[in-house]
């Protein structure tokens, strides 16, 4: 039987002109997954929490390429695999490969979007919709996480992008509304962590429209077209104790319940 953990969760967020309107929120949630300032092997601070930052992802990996969903689990192994209703994943591309920051798919968004770390930025494509499984690094055994933040570049609406978080049993932990700011080219931060590792999915809306050859911005008009940049999440960890089988068991059924109410969401 699955313990049941207390919900108690430590959120950090934050939403400005710059980077550095954000950054705080950024440690402080670095801070609540357990600390750690040198990066290791794959995105690793000492066992402890990952990151991803895309700025390492491969040319052939990049804009106008589209990014394998479980990339950051076999090439770059953080143990995460992406899925989405939409085609695909890209990542931006680095100046004088291709157009950057998604001019690839319409030439106003290098003026919308701006990275945090730079230089390249993420998406899914066809849709607004990410959702994110969390693996032992390196193998296909599920795992739980005790937090998960990102950064978003041009949120420009309130309480349309979030980030929703999942049990294993894919039992809804709460869905949490990423801050704006008006105007282009703004940076937002939102981190969720609790005591103990309970996440076992994540699902990220961004903005209310996917990005396509004239979807542009309209800065807090109808249309909010939003990408991402950095991801911070705990280690990636099966329990330790005598509930792994029953884990294990929920995880496997509910990777097919997600993935039907994906398909049936199309």
């Known amino acids: 039987m699955i313990p049941l953990f207390a919900h108690s969760q430590v959120i950090e967020s934050a939403a400005g002109l710059t980077a550095a309107s954000i950054t705080p929120a950024r440690d402080a949630f670095r801070l609540d997954l357990g600390g ?11 066992g402890v929490r990952r990151e991803i930052n895309w700025d390492g992802v ?18 770059s192994p953080r143990g995460v695999v992406f899925s989405t209703p939409g085609t695909g994943f890209q990542v931006s591309a680095n100046a004088g490969i291709a157009p950057i920051q998604f001019d690839n798919i319409d030439a106003t968004y290098s ?3 701006e990275p ?7 998406t899914s494509l066809n849709s607004n919709l990410l959702d994110i499984n969390f693996f032992l690094p390196g193998t296909n055994t599920p795992a739980l996480t005790t937090g998960f933040g990102a950064v978003f570049s041009d949120v420009d609406l309130a309480n349309t992008t979030s980030i929703q978080l999942f049990d294993p049993s894919l039992n809804s932990l709460g869905t949490f509304f990423v801050p704006a700011s008006a105007g282009s080219e703004t940076f937002s931060f939102l981190g969720i962590s609790f005591p103990d590792p309970i996440i076992a999915r994540v699902r ?10 004239g979807a542009t911005d309209q800065n807090g008009d109808l249309r909010d077209v939003v990408v991402m940049d950095d991801f911070l999440y705990g280690e990636p960890r099966v329990p330790d104790t005598g509930w792994t089988c029953a884990f294990l068991g929920f995880a496997i059924i509910g990777v097919e319940a997600f993935r039907r109410r994906v398909l049936t969401s199309r």
Request: hydrophobic letters at 45%.
């Open 116 to 122: 945090f770390s730079p230089q390249r930025l993420f």
């Open 204 to 213: 990220i809306i961004s903005g209310n429209f996917p990005l396509g050859i």
């Open 36 to 46: 750690g300032t040198v990066a290791g092997a794959n995105g690793s601070f000492g």
């Open 58 to 75: 491969p040319d052939a990996f990049s804009a106008p390429n589209l990014l394998p969903a479980n990339f950051f689990n076999v090439n």
């Open 111 to 113: 003026r919308t979007f």
